[in-house]
C-alpha cells in the first residue's frame, strides 16, 4: 500500500499545474491582388434613349396640361366628370413641385372644404428626383392601376392609357432638367401653423399659413431684365405690363404676388391662350426678367 501511495505522489508531481495560453501566432503574408471589378454606372444609371430625345419644354407643358398640342397631347381636352384640376399635375404637386411644402401650403382642397380642388399632395417631388431612377421616376408618373382620372379623389390618376410613354418621357425630363429651382428667384417664408380645420370655434374655420414672398429677382440684372422684356414680352403685355391684364392685374402685381408661378408661365407656355413655350429658357435671364418685374414704378399695378 505503501508502494501505492509512493506512486500517486510521484505521478502528481511529474504532471504538474496547467501551463498558461501561449500568444497568438504572427500573421502570415498578405494573399494576391484579386482581379479588378467593372466598373460602375453612376445614378442614377445608364440614361435611356428615350430620355434622350425627350423634349424637356413639352414636359413642363405637359405639368400644366398634358393633353394639349404644346404637350405634345391631342389637343383634346379629356371629356369627363370630374375637374381638370383633379388630374393636372400641377394642381396636386404645385408649379414648383413641392406640394404643401411649398408654394402651395396655404391651398386648400377636398379635405378643407374645397371640392373643386384636390388636397395638395405632401410628396416633395424635387427629393424624388434625387431618390428615383429614370425608369422609376417614369414608372411613377404612369403610375398604372391608379385611380380613374374621372374620380374626384385626392389620390395619383392612372395616366398609362392617356399620356403617350413619349410624352412621359418629356415629364421627366421636365423635372430633372427644366425646373427652375425656387431660390434662384425669391424667397419664401411660411409661417404659422399648417393648414387645417380649427374645430374649437362653431363653426370651424380653416387655418392658414403666412406666406411670405420676398427678395424677388435679387440675383438678377434689372437692367438686362428691361431688355429682355421689351424683346420677349411688351408685344403682347405692353410697355409697363398693363395692356393685356391677368385675371384683372398687371403682369407686375401678378409676378409680385405670385412668384411661384410666372416663371413656369414664362418658360413652358399657357396652352390655348397664344403663349408659346421658350420664350424665356435659362435661368439666368428668368433671374433678369424678375428683376425688372418686380420693380413696381416700371411695371405698375392696373390703372
Given at each position: 500500500m505503501k508502494a501505492n501511495i509512493v506512486v500517486a505522489l510521484i505521478a502528481l508531481a511529474w504532471m504538474g499545474c496547467e501551463g498558461d495560453d501561449g500568444q497568438p501566432g504572427l500573421q502570415g503574408p498578405m494573399g494576391p491582388q484579386g482581379p479588378a471589378g467593372e466598373n460602375g454606372t453612376d445614378w442614377p444609371g445608364t440614361v435611356p434613349q428615350a430620355y434622350t430625345d425627350a423634349d424637356g419644354i413639352a414636359g413642363g407643358a405637359a405639368y400644366s396640361k398634358w393633353w394639349t398640342v404644346e404637350a405634345a397631347g391631342s389637343g383634346t381636352a379629356p371629356s369627363t366628370t370630374a375637374s381638370s384640376e383633379f388630374y393636372r399635375c400641377k394642381s396636386c404637386h404645385a408649379w414648383d413641385g413641392l406640394g404643401n411644402q411649398?408654394?402651395?401650403a396655404n391651398r386648400t382642397g377636398q379635405s378643407t372644404g374645397n371640392l373643386g380642388r384636390p388636397d395638395v399632395s405632401g410628396v416633395n417631388l424635387r427629393s424624388s428626383l434625387a431618390a428615383e431612377s429614370y425608369l422609376e421616376l417614369?414608372?411613377?408618373?404612369?403610375?398604372?392601376?391608379?385611380?380613374?382620372?374621372?374620380?374626384?379623389?385626392?389620390?395619383?390618376?392612372?395616366?398609362?392609357?392617356?399620356?403617350?410613354?413619349?410624352?412621359?418621357?418629356?415629364?421627366?425630363?421636365f423635372m430633372r432638367e427644366e425646373w427652375i429651382d425656387p431660390s434662384d428667384l425669391y424667397d419664401l417664408a411660411v409661417s404659422?401653423?399648417?393648414?387645417?380645420?380649427?374645430?374649437?370655434?362653431?363653426?370651424a374655420i380653416i387655418v392658414n399659413p403666412t406666406m411670405t414672398y420676398s427678395n424677388i429677382g435679387a440675383l438678377g440684372n434689372e437692367a438686362s431684365g428691361l431688355t429682355l422684356y421689351a424683346n420677349a414680352c411688351a408685344s403682347c403685355h405692353g410697355a409697363d405690363g398693363t395692356t393685356l391684364p391677368i385675371g384683372g392685374s398687371s403682369l407686375g402685381s401678378v409676378l409680385r404676388s405670385k412668384p411661384y408661378e410666372v416663371w413656369f408661365k414664362v418658360k413652358f407656355g399657357e396652352p390655348g391662350t397664344g403663349m408659346e413655350p421658350g420664350l424665356v429658357v435659362s435661368t439666368?435671364?428668368?433671374?433678369?426678367l424678375y428683376a425688372a418685374l418686380a420693380n413696381p414704378v416700371n411695371f405698375p399695378a392696373m390703372p
Open positions: 411649398g408654394s402651395y417614369f414608372n411613377l408618373v404612369r403610375h398604372a392601376g391608379a385611380r380613374d382620372i374621372d374620380a374626384v379623389d385626392n389620390t395619383h390618376p392612372d395616366y398609362a392609357e392617356l399620356l403617350s410613354d413619349s410624352q412621359v418621357w418629356n415629364l421627366v425630363k404659422g401653423p399648417a393648414l387645417h380645420w380649427n374645430y374649437s370655434v362653431n363653426p439666368a435671364d428668368m433671374q433678369d
